[in-house]
């Protein structure tokens, strides 16, 4: 009985790790920057809106920052490509 029960453990722990792996390689992969920057601007959008007089400012500055995060994202490509 003790070993099934830690048979039943070890599959779980083998699941649990291949699940967290999945989601790592998914969120932040190669470019750990992209996670960290969407992080970033979601949060800074939350903020703004949790401000009634703030959201409009947050719906027309929602696509600047993910532009300028997109910006940002391509310019370390090309500079890590070129070197």
């Given amino acids: ?3 099934a029960d830690r048979d039943a453990r ?4 083998r699941w649990l790790a291949a699940f ?3 989601w790592w390689e998914f969120l932040i ?8 920057g969407a992080v970033a601007v979601i949060g800074i959008l939350a903020l703004l809106c949790t401000h009634t007089g703030l959201r409009t400012l947050a719906a027309y500055l929602a696509p600047v920052l993910v532009s300028l995060l997109l910006v940002a994202s391509v310019w370390k490509a090309v500079r890590r490509r070129a070197s």
């Fill in 1 to 3: 009985m003790v070993d």
């Fill in 10 to 13: 070890s599959t779980a722990r």
């Fill in 20 to 22: 967290g792996h999945f």
């Fill in 29 to 36: 992969g190669d470019t750990p920057e992209l996670f960290v």
